[in-house]
């Protein structure tokens, strides 16, 4: 099972990114996708989430209107769409894989299978 994460960069504020996390190993009818961030000094934290099985999205509220999780069953891999970026959003980002269904998608210890992270800076 592998996790890549790939997309982050420097931006300024008001920019967009999208950020790409290639799944291989296991397939997404089986497993949940979350993606989390973490910034300086702050706990990891839960960004989007989205179940292919039961055709569920969520967003934590600080990035909701704002990102946006879609997925690509052929190509295995999920998307997050970060729009009007904001400096509060620098941060490393994750991808992570739970066996689906997850009871709280928050929850970073639900995750079994996690990418190396990938880092997005917002200029203000």
């Known amino acids: 099972v592998q996790i890549v994460e790939s997309g982050g960069d420097l931006v300024q504020a008001g920019g967009s990114l999208r950020l790409s996390c290639a799944a291989t190993?296991?397939?997404?009818?089986?497993?949940?996708i979350g993606w989390f961030r973490q910034a300086p000094g702050k706990e990891r934290e839960g960004v989007s989430w989205?179940?292919?099985?039961?055709?569920?999205?969520d967003y934590t509220d600080s990035v909701k209107g704002r990102f946006t999780i879609s997925s690509d069953i052929a190509k295995n891999t999920v998307y997050l769409q970060l729009n009007s970026l904001k400096p509060e959003d620098t941060a490393v980002y994750y991808c992570a894989a739970a066996i689906a269904p997850v009871k709280n998608w928050l929850r970073s210890s639900e995750y079994r299978f996690w990418g190396q992270g990938t880092q997005v800076t917002v200029s203000s």
């Open positions: 190993g296991f397939t997404f009818d089986t497993y949940d």
């Open positions: 989205i179940s292919e099985a039961d055709n569920l999205i």
